[in-house]
C-alpha cells in the first residue's frame, strides 16, 4: 500500500524558510511523477512543483520558481521542497502527491496518491 508522510510544515516569519519533506512507502517509485501542491483556505489546489523518480529533472511551477526549489534522496525515498524567502501568501497545506503519469502534471485529478498534508503558516 502506498503511504506518503509529509513532515516540516509549521510557523515560519515572512523571509523566513522551511524545508518539507515526503517520505514515499509502500512499492517501488521509479517511474512515478512526485508532485507537491498546495492549498489555501477558500482556493482551489494548487501546483507547485514536481521531480521524477529516479533522476527527473525537478520543475517548479512559475509562480515560486525564484524562491522554492525540489530535490530527493533516493536512498531514502524522499523528495524535498525547500522553501525560501517565504510570504504571507504562500500560508497553505501543502501535499505531496505521486503516480505514474506522463504530462498534465499541475492537474491534481492525475494523481492517485496523496499525503496528508502538513500547514505551512507564514506571519507577516
Known amino acids: 500500500q502506498v503511504q506518503l508522510v509529509e513532515s516540516g510544515g509549521g510557523l515560519v516569519q515572512a523571509g523566513g524558510s522551511l524545508r518539507l519533506s515526503c517520505a514515499a512507502s509502500?512499492?517501488?517509485?521509479?517511474?512515478?511523477?512526485m508532485g507537491w501542491f498546495r492549498q489555501a483556505p477558500g482556493k482551489e489546489r494548487q501546483f507547485v512543483g514536481r521531480?521524477?523518480?529516479?533522476?527527473?529533472?525537478?520543475y517548479i511551477a512559475d509562480s515560486v520558481k525564484d524562491r522554492f526549489t525540489i530535490s530527493r534522496d533516493n536512498a531514502k525515498s524522499t523528495v524535498y521542497l525547500e522553501m525560501n524567502g517565504l510570504k504571507p501568501e504562500d500560508t497553505a497545506v501543502y501535499y505531496c502527491?505521486?503516480?505514474?503519469?506522463?504530462?498534465?502534471?499541475?492537474?491534481?485529478?492525475?494523481?492517485?496518491?496523496w499525503g496528508q498534508g502538513t500547514q505551512v503558516t507564514v506571519s507577516s
Open positions: 502527491a505521486a503516480d505514474q503519469i506522463w504530462g498534465a502534471y499541475s492537474d491534481p485529478t492525475r494523481y492517485a496518491y
Open positions: 521531480i521524477r523518480w529516479p533522476s527527473g529533472t525537478p
Open positions: 509502500g512499492r517501488t517509485f521509479t517511474g512515478y511523477v
